[in-house]
């Protein structure tokens, strides 16, 4: 019925019904912790308290409603997740893209894809283009300084090639990477970029160089623990999928094939 007390005055209380016909009035110490005054009637009392408890939720339909909430967010966030990793994905592939285009107009005025600029040039040629992918968790911004061989976010394969290179025994089964112009030569698809950040799970920054070659230990104690094979929190030795750009100019973005994973720049460019 929607009732309310109210001050009559500085002394009175005042209970009105929504239809004004009754009106109730009592000294302020008659009025008990409940907020009805001890001078209304039993029968008016028990109408008054039923009216009040029909506007209140009890505590099983207050834990019902809580218990779908949760199921909800339970349901939504991981698709929530899903749609906002699809999306930097699709960004990831447009900044890739944009790179490709310059980097493929200077190897046309310049000897063609035989004769890519050098990691400083091609960091010169990429400084106003997006190379700061979206998911890049090993930077805390796109601001700061990286190190070889990467051009902002992106892993760049001819300075990757020109480092194994220098590395390379000369029993080594990755030999096609001998020189540029071999890894050109190599069956299967030739890259400019690589992007390794949307993996089932977050990894150590790739380690530049040969497996078991300078520098090796160093980067292994750093992303593994010396005492432990499992990985720091958070982070995984190795990336399951990887977004590269090839050098015709389109992109890949698909799972490292035969159940491999890179923990390497040289295995993100050749697996």
Not at 60 to 69: A, C, F, P, T
Not at 167 to 188: I, K, T, V
Not at 225 to 247: F, I, N, Q, T
Request: include cysteine; charged fraction near 15%; proline fraction near 8%.
């Amino acid at each position: 019925m929607g009732m309310q007390w109210e001050h009559c005055d500085a002394e009175y209380w005042v209970h009105r019904r929504l239809n004004r016909q009754l009106l109730l009035c009592a000294e302020p110490s008659d009025v008990p912790v409940a907020g009805l005054p001890l001078s209304v009637p039993a029968g008016w009392r028990r109408q008054l308290m039923a009216g009040r408890r029909a506007g209140a939720f009890s505590l099983v339909e207050v834990l019902v409603v809580i218990g779908i909430v949760a199921v909800l967010s339970g349901l939504l966030l991981p698709v929530l997740a899903q749609a906002r990793k699809a999306g930097m994905q699709a960004t990831s592939i447009s900044n890739l893209r944009q790179c490709g285009l310059a980097l493929l107009m200077y190897c046309d005025e310049n000897g063609g894809v035989r004769t890519p600029p050098n990691l400083g040039q091609a960091r010169a040629l990429l400084s106003t283009a997006p190379t700061c992918d979206p998911a890049d968790y090993w930077r805390d911004g796109c601001g700061e300084p990286v190190p070889a061989p990467q051009v902002g976010s992106y892993g760049y394969v001819p300075d990757i090639v020109a480092t194994v290179d220098g590395q390379m025994p000369p029993e080594h089964h990755y030999d096609f990477l001998a020189s540029w112009s071999n890894y050109l030569d190599r069956p299967g698809a030739t890259y400019w970029l690589v992007s390794p950040y949307y993996g089932s799970s977050q990894s150590c920054r790739f380690f530049d160089g040969i497996p078991g070659g300078p520098g090796w230990e160093t980067w292994f104690a750093a992303c593994v623990g010396k005492d432990s094979g499992s990985p720091d929190p958070g982070r995984e030795r190795m990336a399951d999928r990887l977004v590269r750009l090839r050098l015709d100019g389109s992109v890949q973005s698909e799972a490292t094939p035969g159940g491999n994973w890179s923990a390497t720049w040289l295995e993100a460019v050749v697996l």
